[in-house]
């Protein structure tokens, strides 16, 4: 299914696009767009650039708007938009736990490890629940999404140079 996406991302947009847009989106974020970078030779800094940037570019309007669009699409007489919501609050909420134990390592930890079920956007999600202020979150999410874009560097840029 990613490849098919990736497939359809190069015939409107070039590798920068393809890299930049991948790391917007809630399931691949800077994770997709590093891989990517790697997949296009892309230079290690750019990719990371263009991967940090999109990853980092919809928080900002998650974290002040999620509240506001959910209470919409509860509101509105489509029940697929409120199961999404429901679902997406449940998931916020497993995840909460532990931003609650640790508060702001808690969040960094939530965004930093470059599993699925993380990232920014879910961390954006928790923080926003939670009442964190974006002053507070904005920098703690932007550390972890550095974070994993280094883990995944050095696992697909950097370890593979030393076995060539």
Do not use: H, Q
């Given at each position: 299914m990613s490849q098919a996406i990736q497939n359809f991302l190069q015939t409107i947009l070039s590798d920068e696009g393809v890299v930049f847009f991948l790391s917007m989106l809630p399931v691949s974020e800077i994770r997709g767009g590093i891989i990517a970078a790697r997949a296009y030779d892309m230079n290690w800094l750019m990719g990371f650039s263009l991967s940090f940037i999109g990853n980092m570019l919809p928080i900002p309007f998650i974290l002040l708007f999620i509240r506001k669009?959910?209470?919409?699409?509860?509101?509105?007489?489509?029940?697929?938009?409120?199961?999404?919501?429901?679902?997406?609050?449940?998931?916020?909420?497993?995840?909460?736990?532990?931003?609650?134990?640790?508060?702001?390592?808690?969040?960094?930890?939530?965004?930093?490890?470059?599993?699925?079920?993380?990232?920014?956007?879910?961390?954006?999600?928790?923080?926003?629940?939670?009442?964190?202020?974006?002053?507070?979150?904005?920098?703690?999410?932007?550390?972890?999404?550095?974070?994993?874009?280094?883990?995944?560097?050095?696992?697909?840029?950097?370890?593979?140079?030393?076995?060539?």
């Open positions: 669009i959910f209470a919409w699409m509860r509101r509105s007489r489509i029940p697929l938009l409120s199961k999404a919501v429901d679902w997406c609050m449940r998931r916020a909420e497993k995840n909460s736990e532990k931003v609650r134990r640790y508060e702001m390592l808690g969040l960094w930890l939530l965004v930093s490890i470059p599993l699925p079920g993380t990232g920014a956007w879910t961390g954006a999600l928790v923080a926003s629940i939670m009442d964190i202020r974006l002053r507070k979150s904005l920098p703690t999410i932007a550390i972890g999404v550095v974070t994993a874009g280094v883990i995944m560097l050095t696992l697909l840029y950097f370890i593979p140079e030393l076995f060539i």
